[in-house]
């Protein structure tokens, strides 16, 4: 089923992992993340997005 959000989730997405089957499906992509303890790209700077480390320690780094 296709995301009513869509439209509006890519205007606001900012990961740059292009090819992503989850991008703009933001559920999905929250539930995938989390399933490996891990954030979407929207809870990074664009500097710590860019190195694709989405894991809580490497956030914690610098929301501690
Ligand atoms: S944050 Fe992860 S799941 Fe979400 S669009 Fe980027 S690579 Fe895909």
Redesign the pocket.
Known sequence: MACNNFKDNMAM?N?T?KH?P??GTCCE?LA??RRNAEL??CYFTAEQERTYN?SLSYYFEFNG
């Open positions: 997405c990961c992992y992503c989850r991008k992509c995938y993340h979407p790209a989405r």
